[in-house]
């Protein structure tokens, strides 16, 4: 379904600030996976999700989607099938729209029209029916501003609009990181969700070992631009914080250090 075959990135190459961000990343995942991602700070996470994406453009390797090579494809027309949620609650939806105008823009995502043609009954009642999903209440709040959601509210705005037309495939980059514990853990849940009752391939990444372990059928960890560990099935159902640190260990030599990372 998705194959990432050879990545390498480099930044700023042949200067003092030269940075090899990818260095041969290759990832395959069949219809259906949910693979979350970890690694220490610059291990390449955020940057393989941004070249899937098309943000970035590799030196060299390739990324094919159902079959079709993708990687020199430009952003615009990948959001037709990708769909992403970031880190920033306020970057996946427009502060001065309201909560409508923001699923109509959604909906027709990939499309050549916008909704200057107008939200019909049929667009609010489809808007209204995704929302009671969430249980926020916002099913009755169509025409507020999405600025004045609260972070909570507006990231799982974001991921409903994610999925309000199927995405071939929905990268998720750190999308609880910035709310409090038991937000985090309420967006978690509705994430798997949404992926599981859509069977939506996807990846994601977190610095959050323990749900890096919980969530996904699947789970690499990075580092320096390289994937070192990769498990699934049993293996992951049975492994803990502990065990992974210790694997890390045992491929790298040496400790496992992330100035941003969670245990738990």
């Given at each position: 379904?998705?194959?990432?075959?050879?990545?390498?990135?480099?930044?700023?190459?042949q200067?003092?600030?030269?940075?090899?961000?990818l260095?041969?990343?290759?990832?395959?995942?069949?219809?259906g996976?949910?693979?979350t991602?970890v690694?220490?700070?610059?291990?390449g996470?955020?940057?393989?999700?941004?070249?899937?994406?098309?943000?970035?453009?590799?030196?060299?390797?390739?990324?094919?989607?159902?079959g079709?090579?993708?990687?020199?494809?430009p952003?615009?027309?990948?959001?037709?099938?990708?769909?992403?949620v970031?880190?920033?609650?306020?970057?996946?939806?427009?502060?001065?729209m309201?909560?409508?105008?923001?699923?109509?823009l959604?909906?027709?995502?990939?499309?050549?029209?916008?909704?200057?043609?107008g939200?019909t009954?049929?667009?609010?009642d489809?808007f209204?029916e995704q929302?009671?999903?969430l249980?926020?209440?916002?099913?009755?709040?169509?025409t507020?501003?999405?600025?004045?959601?609260?972070?909570?509210?507006?990231?799982?705005?974001?991921?409903l609009m994610a999925?309000?037309?199927?995405?071939?495939?929905?990268?998720?980059?750190?999308?609880?990181?910035?709310?409090?514990p038991?937000?985090?853990?309420q967006i978690?849940?509705?994430?798997?969700?949404?992926?599981?009752?859509?069977?939506?391939?996807?990846?994601?990444?977190?610095?959050n070992?323990?749900?890096?372990?919980k969530?996904?059928?699947?789970?690499?960890?990075?580092?320096?631009?390289?994937?070192?560990?990769?498990v699934?099935?049993?293996?992951?159902?049975?492994?803990?914080?502990?065990?992974?640190?210790l694997?890390?260990?045992e491929?790298?030599?040496?400790?496992?250090?992330?100035?941003?990372?969670?245990?738990?």
């Amino acid at each position: 379904m998705l194959k990432i075959d050879n990545l390498h990135l480099t930044f700023n190459p042949q200067s003092v600030n030269e940075k090899k961000a990818l260095r041969g990343v290759s990832l395959e995942l069949a219809e259906g996976d949910f693979v979350t991602i970890v690694g220490s700070n610059g291990a390449g996470k955020s940057t393989l999700l941004n070249s899937v994406a098309g943000i970035y453009q590799p030196d060299r390797g390739c990324i094919v989607l159902n079959g079709k090579n993708i990687t020199r494809m430009p952003v615009h027309r990948r959001a037709s099938f990708i769909g992403r949620v970031f880190q920033d609650p306020k970057q996946g939806t427009a502060a001065s729209m309201t909560i409508e105008e923001n699923m109509a823009l959604a909906l027709r995502r990939g499309k050549r029209r916008g909704v200057s043609r107008g939200i019909t009954k049929k667009d609010r009642d489809l808007f209204r029916e995704q929302l009671a999903i969430l249980g926020l209440g916002l099913e009755d709040r169509l025409t507020t501003k999405v600025g004045l959601l609260s972070g909570g509210q507006r990231q799982a705005l974001t991921l409903l609009m994610a999925n309000l037309i199927k995405p071939k495939l929905l990268l998720l980059d750190e999308h609880t990181a910035a709310l409090d514990p038991k937000t985090s853990e309420q967006i978690l849940d509705l994430t798997e969700r949404l992926i599981t009752e859509g069977k939506i391939t996807t990846l994601m990444v977190t610095h959050n070992l323990e749900q890096a372990l919980k969530y996904g059928n699947r789970m690499v960890m990075m580092h320096e631009g390289e994937i070192i560990l990769h498990v699934s099935g049993k293996e992951k159902e049975e492994m803990t914080v502990n065990k992974l640190l210790l694997k890390f260990e045992e491929v790298r030599g040496t400790a496992f250090s992330c100035d941003r990372a969670m245990l738990a």
